[in-house]
């Protein structure tokens, strides 16, 4: 007998970006169905209001029209019905991003949150899915590739789908096109890899390089991996960068050039981004899916669910995504501490990290970190990367405190804590409490990490990293940035004497001040985020010339800087500053102890080298 409640989907107009998605649903309520979209994706913590892209909407049984009624922005109320009740909607796909949906006449993706009706009482019941071949002649020879349990069809062919409950229904994205796709194992377990989007990367070597993570976190994990497939939907973009994990998938986008190049054995910056960004996700099969704040537990997706842990969910993913490429040997310890530079970079440049705590980050994501203004910079911390720092700092304390003669690498670290969370609580589905991360951590180890924590997450002071990798045989350095584009991570070549304080991007000709930081040149001269920059010092302003005008300047040098706020042209007098040392690069100590060294390989999971 086919289920109760079945969705049928159809790529209806793909020129005009339209998936239609038809409802029906046995035994209605009889005073009336209610019926829900979500109002935000999990992994994704912002209101997005899904149902916003529903362009058209309209009920039906085997008798006719049935009236509906919209309740609030997301909820519909359908009159009585007489026997099966129909709901047919029409949705608006054109977000080409991992978190919404996207549809035209190459090739079409959604989330189940961005087109599937939820029966209001009926979220724990089956579901199953019809996904039917778009009729577009342009269409032709389009499959689907998706973790949907299947029940018609071959694989990767177009059918039926079904789903425990409305929970699984919109953990399972689904890619359909003309992609191409490459099959791996690790762990037992089929793995596959569906890329979208035209490309000429060698597929084979990204699937043995992620074969070689893949079972590097199972293995990490300690368990057998808690799925029976796995996908990775990737879609290749000229410009483009993002991830959005799932039960046993994920959804990737990335610039096209990131892919290996056929014949070509190095680690480009873009190839190793692309395999950082595929760790992270994968880990997040764990990390969130499975062991979960007890705020997540379960969702509630129509509205904020607030919780403080963000910092350990994300950013102790975040630490552990790039620290998996060195541990495999897939980079080396220079490009590891380079990408390790760079995440330090992404903290200690911004002067919100001395403003917002991590705890209040976390839980302010649904307001501050994916709704970013110009005074973000000065306002906030992201618990991805700050989060990435104090994991680091967590594992490197836990590894000294547990330190002994005979173990000088320390008996336990991080790594002990995060497989004692997930038997506590992700093996057996229970929800980690608030304080969960911190009794765990303190339990397993033996020590006392009160103070640690009070720091790194509740205060605003930075993190002893550098005392802290100096034990490991590393030595991490401060620079000024050197241009707008310095990411940090390495030795800087000429190291500027004077700053703007400022962000500036340059579109269109103009030569704008993206943001300014707190206390900086350019704030105290009185000049804002938004003003546009025409002359300095009586000369037309570029952007890199307006920064290079600053950083061979002197501190106490003034620099004449006329502008527009709006079309008020205003001219100030900017006295130079010293810059700040805000980059990161880190290397190893070449005459480091056998100890430092022992640390060093036990954190890396490498031999004792240099």
Same mark, same amino acid.
């Given at each position: 007998m086919p289920a109760a409640i079945h969705y049928r989907v159809t790529p209806h107009d793909p020129a005009a970006h339209i998936f239609r998605v038809r409802l029906t649903l046995r035994?209605? @309520?009889? !005073?009336?169905?209610?019926?829900?979209?979500?109002?935000?994706?999990?992994?994704?913590?912002?209101?997005?209001?899904?149902?916003?892209?529903?362009?058209?909407?309209?009920?039906?049984? =085997?008798? +006719?029209?049935?009236?509906?009624?919209?309740?609030?922005?997301r909820t519909w109320r359908a009159a009585p019905a007489r026997g099966d009740l129909r709901v047919e909607c029409d949705v608006y796909a054109w977000d080409l991003s991992v978190r919404k949906a996207h549809l035209d006449q190459t090739h079409g993706y959604f989330n189940g949150t961005s087109l599937f009706l939820c029966p209001t009482g009926r979220e724990h019941?089956?579901?199953?899915?019809?996904?039917?071949?778009?009729?577009?002649?342009?269409?032709?020879?389009?499959?689907?590739?998706?973790?949907?349990?299947?029940?018609?069809?071959?694989?990767?062919?177009?059918?039926?789908?079904?789903?425990?409950?409305?929970?699984?229904?919109?953990?399972?994205?689904? *890619?359909?096109?003309?992609?191409?796709?490459r099959r791996f194992e690790a762990g037992g377990v089929p793995?596959?890899?569906?890329?979208? +989007?035209?490309?000429?990367?060698?597929?084979?070597?990204?699937? @043995?390089?992620?074969?070689?993570?893949c079972q590097h976190h199972i293995d990490f994990w300690g368990d057998a991996a808690p799925m029976d497939r796995y996908l990775f939907q990737l879609t290749v973009v000229g410009s483009g960068y993002g991830g959005l994990e799932h039960r046993s998938s994920t959804s990737l986008i990335a610039k096209r050039d990131d892919l290996p190049r056929p014949g070509r054995d190095e680690v480009t910056d873009g190839y190793r981004s692309? $395999?950082?960004?595929?760790?992270?996700?994968?880990?997040?099969?764990?990390?969130?899916?499975?062991?979960?704040?007890?705020?997540?537990?379960?969702?509630?997706?129509?509205? !904020?669910?607030?919780?403080?842990?963000?910092?350990?969910?994300?950013?102790?993913?975040?630490?552990? =995504?790039?620290?998996?490429?060195?541990?495999?040997?897939?980079?080396?310890? =220079?490009?590891?501490?380079?990408?390790?530079?760079?995440?330090?970079?992404?903290?200690?440049?911004?002067?919100?990290?001395?403003?917002?705590?991590?705890?209040?980050?976390?839980?302010?994501?649904?307001?501050?970190?994916?709704?970013?203004?110009?005074?973000?910079?000065? %306002?906030?911390?992201?618990?991805?990367?700050? +989060?990435?720092?104090? %994991?680091?700092?967590?594992?490197?304390?836990?590894?000294?405190?547990?330190?002994?003669? !005979?173990?000088?690498? +320390?008996?336990?670290s991080l790594d002990d804590v995060m497989r004692d969370l997930w038997q506590r609580f992700g093996a057996v589905g229970i929800g980690v409490p608030e304080d969960g991360v911190e009794v765990t951590a303190a339990e397993v180890t033996g020590l006392d990490l009160r103070e640690f924590f009070?720091?790194?997450?509740?205060?605003?002071?930075?993190?002893?990293?550098?005392?802290?990798?100096?034990?490991?045989?590393? @030595?991490?350095?401060?620079?000024?940035?050197?241009?707008?584009?310095?990411?940090?991570?390495?030795?800087?070549?000429e190291p500027p004497t004077g700053s703007l304080g400022a962000e500036v991007s340059g579109k269109a000709g103009a030569v704008k001040l993206r943001s300014v930081a707190t206390g900086g040149s350019a704030m105290r001269a009185g000049l804002s985020a938004g003003d546009v920059v025409v002359a300095v010092d009586g000369l037309k %302003?570029?952007?890199?010339?307006?920064? *290079?005008?600053?950083?061979? %300047?002197?501190?106490?040098?003034?620099?004449?800087?006329?502008?527009?706020? =709006?079309?008020?042209?205003?001219?100030?007098?900017?006295?130079?500053?010293?810059? !700040?040392?805000?980059? @990161?690069? $880190?290397?190893?100590?070449?005459?480091?102890?056998?100890v430092q060294r022992a640390r060093r390989a036990a954190w890396l999971h490498q031999e004792e080298g240099r």
């Open positions: 035994d209605p @309520a009889p !005073e009336g169905q209610e019926l829900t979209m979500p109002a935000w994706i999990p992994g994704s913590y912002m209101i997005r209001d899904f149902s916003k892209h529903v362009v058209a909407i309209r009920a039906f049984d =085997d008798h +006719g029209d049935v009236p509906l009624h919209k309740v609030d922005k019941e089956p579901c199953e899915v019809e996904l039917d071949a778009p009729e577009d002649p342009r269409c032709a020879g389009w499959r689907v590739a998706t973790t949907l349990p299947r029940v018609t069809g071959e694989p990767w062919s177009f059918g039926l789908f079904r789903a425990a409950d409305y929970d699984e229904l919109i953990d399972h994205p689904v *890619e359909m096109g003309t992609f191409v796709h793995h596959f890899l569906a890329v979208t +989007g035209r490309h000429d990367g060698d597929l084979d070597r990204l699937c @043995a390089d992620l074969a070689v993570i692309l $395999l950082g960004l595929c760790s992270h996700e994968y880990f997040h099969t764990w990390n969130v899916k499975r062991l979960k704040p007890a705020a997540f537990t379960p969702y509630d997706l129509s509205r !904020e669910n607030h919780t403080t842990l963000l910092w350990a969910f994300e950013g102790i993913t975040s630490y552990y =995504d790039d620290l998996a490429l060195v541990r495999t040997g897939i980079i080396d310890t =220079d490009s590891y501490l380079e990408l390790l530079g760079r995440s330090i970079t992404r903290v200690t440049r911004l002067p919100g990290r001395k403003v917002q705590t991590l705890a209040d980050s976390s839980f302010d994501t649904w307001i501050k970190l994916y709704q970013p203004d110009e005074n973000s910079p000065n %306002a906030g911390v992201s618990y991805y990367t700050k +989060g990435a720092m104090v %994991a680091l700092a967590l594992d490197l304390t836990i590894r000294l405190g547990t330190a002994s003669e !005979e173990r000088p690498a +320390g008996e336990k009070d720091r790194a997450i509740r205060s605003t002071e930075d993190l002893d990293l550098a005392g802290l990798l100096s034990e490991f045989g590393v @030595a991490l350095h401060l620079r000024p940035a050197e241009g707008t584009d310095d990411k940090g991570g390495k030795p800087g070549k %302003a570029t952007p890199q010339g307006l920064v *290079e005008r600053f950083s061979r %300047a002197a501190p106490g040098d003034e620099i004449e800087v006329v502008a527009f706020r =709006d079309d008020v042209l205003l001219q100030r007098t900017c006295t130079v500053q010293a810059p !700040e040392p805000t980059h @990161a690069w $880190l290397e190893v100590i070449e005459d480091a102890s056998p």
